[in-house]
């Protein structure tokens, strides 16, 4: 089974308006993390915003928030009064376990985000 | 900010050369890790590295492939006998500590092509 899911292969928005990037995730460990990155044209991955299972309240990063709903186990990334320069292709990813646990970061498949002017 | 740095941005090589990818995590992380991204798909896991040895491995880091931080700032990754499904971005990452709140921190990543 996929262990993160982003189903929206490409999402259009325009300019100045909020979009959210869906994302659900499969886990059975209590402990996990939840990170969106972006990734623009020029190939970089950019750290966005984190959210930890334990967290009792949605993350937020300026014009970035995450909705997080623990009984669907759906972390969406919601980009408010969206700008040119967040075209780009976002991936969600997670992290499982305990501080020693498992390392490695699974990502999804992305979400390629266009901004309209 | 700090930054994990790595170089080349682009190599292309010969199929069966060896390759050395390199990069130099942020200062005060212990925590390594090489991705790499088929042109089109998603990032994929290769390894992990810690203390100096490898902590953990997926199934595509075979024998072809080797890791090693010969010194305090360099961590690298080599590919002895490239093979054309090796063309990919690598991303080369560094975290302060593992565990689900540790975030990491990925360069801006190295296009090798085989041809």
């Known amino acids: 089974a996929q262990k993160i899911t982003q189903t929206q292969p490409g999402m259009f928005v325009q300019e100045k308006e909020a979009v959210t990037l869906d994302c659900t995730y499969d886990?059975?460990?209590?402990?996990?993390?939840l990170f969106w990155y972006k990734q623009p044209s020029s190939g970089e991955m950019i750290f966005l915003i984190y959210?930890?299972?334990?967290?009792?309240q949605n993350a937020t990063e300026g014009r970035y928030s995450l909705n997080f709903q623990k009984a669907r186990k759906s972390a969406n990334l919601v980009i408010s009064a969206s700008q040119l320069g967040d075209s780009a292709m976002y991936f969600c990813a997670m992290r499982e376990g305990q501080q020693g646990g498992s390392e490695k970061l699974v990502f999804g498949k992305g979400t390629k985000l266009t901004v309209n002017p | 900010e700090p930054e994990v740095t790595q170089t080349p941005s682009h190599q292309v090589t010969q199929m069966g050369q060896e390759v050395i990818l390199r990069c130099v995590p942020i200062?005060?992380?212990?925590?390594f890790y090489w991705y790499r991204q088929i042109l089109g798909q998603k990032v994929e896991f290769l390894v992990s590295?810690?203390?100096?040895?490898?902590?953990?491995k997926s199934e595509i880091f075979d024998d072809q492939f080797s890791v090693e931080r010969p010194d305090g700032s360099n961590f690298t990754l080599k590919i002895r006998s490239t093979k054309l499904e090796d063309s990919a971005m690598y991303f080369c990452?560094?975290?302060?500590?593992?565990?689900?709140?540790?975030?990491?921190?990925f360069g801006n990543g190295t296009r090798l092509t085989v041809t």
């Open positions: 886990t059975s460990d209590p402990s996990y993390g």
């Open positions: 959210q930890g299972s334990y967290d009792q």
């Open positions: 990452a560094s975290s302060e500590r593992t565990g689900s709140g540790s975030p990491l921190h």
């Open positions: 590295f810690y203390n100096n040895e490898i902590s953990e």
């Open positions: 200062s005060n992380h212990l925590y």
